[in-house]
């Protein structure tokens, strides 16, 4: 009996593999790929806890000191660590602040525009500096922000103004810095948002205007609560990466002037890491920022839906 | 018709200004750029170019053409592009397409083992520790090979597969046709808009990304334009032509600066605007999960 039902699955088996055999063969390119370049770096975590040393493989390096936490204590004794961590908190922060809200109140403007052709043009212009690299925008921002040769300075100075040193004091350094994030951001960012108003029921706005309501009221209890949810998941998105950020901004826009300032983890274990070879030292500090991250993620998303909105899961 | 109130129309010209003005914001950058990269260099040193070029020549981009190192970057650049965006749909290609079918076996599991990669990443030193492993670093295929899926994109051609009547491949599958044939007869001409999208988000992010070279790549006859166009920026090492002949006066220095910008910006402002209406139909579609 057992023997025989056995025999009846492993021929259903050969009949499913036969149809669907296919498919894995075509699975099996990417899931190797995510094997290898996403899951196999993970042995590599390990050094973290290890003292590193060229010529040992990874399984045999000896234990670092301190239960095998000498790296995760060395780093947050570590000063350019600790500005690095602040770094990237504070400028995730400003740009959460003062990027995150650009982009729905250009798509609410945008919407408001009722003459589709310069709309059109108008997004077409706003999607643009998304295209550019970070390297680029740096060297317009040099362009422009430069003390001598600046676009912008050139003007203040013809004005009978002092030249003020944008890029090259803490300060206004993230101001440019923040203010580039949003330049490159605010229109691409607005697609998803006036998606989101394309889907609002047309009904609503004529049972406003029915009862009297203003443009504004429309957009405040109409367009912003149909809106919400996008906004939500978004914002929850920003929050659960408020430890992360790419490297490519901040590295493309840091000179030796601001580094107190401009220097952020992903920066930090390159310089330390790759340039000076302290890989242990600054796995210990990718390995801390993924974690955290992950839990900030996770936080975010237990919080959204304690507020009865649509988690990102 | 709707007659509007005197206070909408004035609130209609502040939009259409407020649009006006960020507009201007993203086209003068460009505008400043192009006019330092075709103006004079006396102008250039007295700080007399605004938007409009002085003393117009083509001298900057023509010192550009004849750098050897520059060239090399460009069409280096340009192949890495095409390959990489080829490859990377197909792989992306063959990763969504199987997971829409719902009887797949382990296609729970396959879902688990995918999303894991976008929430855990090992970090920079274990990826840079695999590629010298893998004895890739300074190998030209480590500007290809370890991004070429993004699982994010991946993800929005997931969702534009769902979004395909089952009834189209159910038809078929009846009539005998494989999976293969499903996928490359009616899937494929079904999906140019999400193709066309990805085509873009992949090119865009090869032709802009440096941060690959910079960390895995020694050798400069693989350099990136982006990795090289951030050296010169930064005067890290100059382009050879140019310092010959260029660097040394700052006034040139700034146009040949601003030509060569101009020249790695151009190729993917002059593609973007024909891809609009397909991006901004594939950015929502990654905006809505299951």
């Not at chain 1, 590295?251 to 002037?257: D, H, K, P, R, V």
């Not at chain 2, 290609?93 to 829409?100: G, S």
């Not at chain 2, 930064?234 to 601003?258: D, H, M, R, Y």
Request: aromatic share 16%; proline share 4%; charged share 15%.
């Amino acid at each position: 009996m057992a023997n025989n039902s056995g025999k009846k699955s492993k021929v259903k088996f050969g009949v499913y593999m036969k149809k669907y055999w296919q498919l894995y063969a075509m699975l099996f390119l990417p899931l190797t790929y995510l094997l290898i370049f996403k899951y196999a770096p993970m042995i590599y975590v390990q050094i973290a806890f290890k003292k590193y040393s060229l010529v040992k493989s990874v399984w045999e390096l000896p234990l670092a000191g301190n239960h095998g936490f000498e790296y995760f204590i060395a780093a947050f004794k570590n000063n350019d660590f600790k500005y690095a961590l602040r770094n990237t908190l504070t400028l995730n922060l400003l740009d959460l602040f003062f990027g995150f809200p650009a982009p729905i109140i250009f798509a609410l403007i945008l919407n408001e525009l009722c003459f589709v052709k310069f709309k059109k043009v108008v997004q077409t212009i706003a999607y643009m500096p998304h295209f550019l690299s970070w390297v680029i925008i740096y060297s317009l921002a040099l362009q422009l922000l430069a003390p001598n040769d600046g676009l912008v300075n050139m003007i203040i100075k013809n004005f009978g103004g002092e030249a003020i040193p944008f890029l090259n004091d803490a300060t206004h350094w993230i101001g440019s810095y923040i203010g580039f994030g949003i330049w490159q951001n605010f229109g691409w960012g607005s697609i998803i948002y006036l998606a989101a108003i394309a889907g609002i029921n047309p009904e609503l706005y004529e049972a406003a205007a029915v009862d009297g309501a203003g443009r504004f009221r429309k957009i405040w209890h109409i367009t912003l609560p149909g809106i919400k949810p996008t906004i939500v998941v978004l914002l929850i998105m920003s929050l659960g990466n408020i430890l992360g950020g790419g490297f490519d901004r901040p590295f493309a826009f840091q000179n030796n002037l601001v580094m107190r300032v401009a220097d952020v983890i992903a920066t930090f274990v390159y310089r330390v890491g790759i340039k000076g070879l302290q890989f242990s030292l600054t796995t210990a500090v990718g390995l801390f920022q993924s974690v955290v991250g992950v839990f900030f993620l996770l936080m975010a998303n237990f919080i959204s839906r304690r507020l009865g909105e649509r988690g990102i899961w | 018709m709707k007659i509007k109130s005197n206070a909408d129309r004035a609130w209609d010209v502040v939009f259409v200004i407020f649009c006006l003005l960020v507009s201007a914001m993203c086209v003068i950058p460009m505008l400043n750029l192009l006019a330092k990269s075709l103006s004079g260099t006396e102008f250039l040193v007295r700080n007399e170019v605004y938007l409009l070029p002085k003393g117009f020549n083509f001298n900057a981009y023509s010192t550009v053409l004849k750098d050897p190192k520059y060239i090399r970057a460009f069409f280096w650049t340009v192949f890495l592009t095409i390959v990489c965006t080829i490859l990377s749909l197909t792989m992306t290609t063959l990763c969504a397409f199987p997971l829409i079918f719902e009887n797949l076996k382990g296609r729970k599991a396959i879902n688990i083992f995918i999303t894991i990669t976008m929430f855990f990443n090992a970090g920079t030193i274990p990826n840079y520790l695999l590629m010298q492993k893998l004895h890739l670093l300074s190998n030209p295929l480590v500007l290809i090979i370890p991004g070429v899926m993004s699982v994010y994109n991946m993800i929005i051609m997931r969702s534009f597969f769902y979004g395909i009547p089952d009834s189209l491949r159910e038809s078929a599958e009846i009539d005998g046709a494989t999976f293969f044939k499903i996928l490359v007869l009616i899937y494929l001409p079904l999906s140019k808009p999400v193709m066309a999208t990805l085509a873009l988000f992949y090119a865009v992010g090869r032709w802009n990304g440096y941060s690959d070279a910079l960390m895995y790549m020694r050798d400069d006859r693989f350099y990136t334009l982006q990795l090289l166009l951030y050296n010169i920026i930064n005067n890290i090492n100059q382009v050879e032509v140019a310092t010959q002949e260029g660097f040394s006066s700052p006034g040139l220095s700034a146009s040949l600066k601003a030509a060569i910008v101009m020249f790695s910006t151009v190729p993917i402002l002059c593609i973007y605007p024909f891809l609009q209406k397909y991006f901004i139909h594939g950015v929502t579609l990654g905006a809505v999960k299951e």
